[in-house]
């Protein structure tokens, strides 16, 4: 499993892709991809569409900086593993909606598309999109994810499923037993001074005989 740590570029974060650079990657957005220079130790790249932060921030998604992201994409001949289409975090109708109307930006550029999963999205309604769909993003809120996250990726397959907002190492862990292809968390180095040692400590293999009780325990 591959962590995407977006928005960052500290030693730390080179060192550890340095040791580790099958599990770590990076996940930019429109307003990260301005500030960071690509290495080519981390491509291929990750793409975001930044609407989650501005439904965080009560601001409006700009479209436009979105699109213009592809452009640098293309003009800069960046590697890309995937692009998040544009969606609505918490709304599955409405990101339905802009994803009929602006996946074709991504297509243009011959990228794999990433389609965000969001509250109340069925198997069935996602098998009813007439449009091809290389990756799975699992958004919406913490609730609706956990829950449907195992039957998402027994659907879909677990290696081509993105989990966003995995905070916390008990996290980290389920995703990795579910054998999710990647995740992301911005926690990690914003807020958690160890943020490289317990990374560290989960790329080196966690203590599974440990994992395995503390699962029991919270059955």
């Known amino acids: 499993m591959q962590i995407l740590l ?6 730390e974060f080179h ?3 340095g040791l580790f650079p099958e599990r770590i990657g990076w996940l930019l957005g429109p307003a990260s991809l ?8 981390l491509e291929p790249v990750c793409f975001d569409n930044d609407c989650f932060p501005a439904w965080q921030n009560g ?5 436009k900086a979105w699109v213009e992201m592809i452009q640098t994409i293309k ?10 289409a544009p969606d609505a975090p918490g709304d599955f109708q409405k990101t339905l909606t802009m994803f009929y109307a602006l996946r074709h930006h991504i297509e243009k550029l011959n990228a794999p598309v ?3 999963i969001q509250d109340g999205m069925t198997t069935e309604q996602f098998q009813s999109i007439p449009c091809t769909i290389d990756y799975l993003f699992i ?3 913490d609730k609706f994810k956990w829950s449907t996250l195992a039957g998402w990726c027994q659907f879909f397959g677990p290696e081509k499923i993105h989990v966003g907002r995995v905070n916390s190492l008990d996290k980290l862990i389920v995703c990795d037993r579910l054998g999710v292809g990647s995740v992301d968390g911005t926690y990690w180095f914003r807020f958690k001074t160890d943020w490289y040692d317990i990374l560290k400590y989960f790329f080196e293999g966690y203590p599974k005989h440990k994992l ?3 699962m029991q325990f919270n059955e």
């Open 6 to 11: 977006g928005n960052h570029s500290s030693p």
């Open 15 to 17: 060192h550890l892709a």
């Open 34 to 41: 301005k500030a960071c220079k690509i290495r080519p130790w």
């Open 59 to 63: 601001t409006e998604w700009s479209e």
């Open 75 to 84: 003009d800069r001949q960046i590697k890309v593993k995937w692009i998040l």
């Open 114 to 116: 990433c389609f965000a």
């Open 139 to 141: 958004g919406g809120t």
């Open 212 to 214: 395995q009780e503390e």
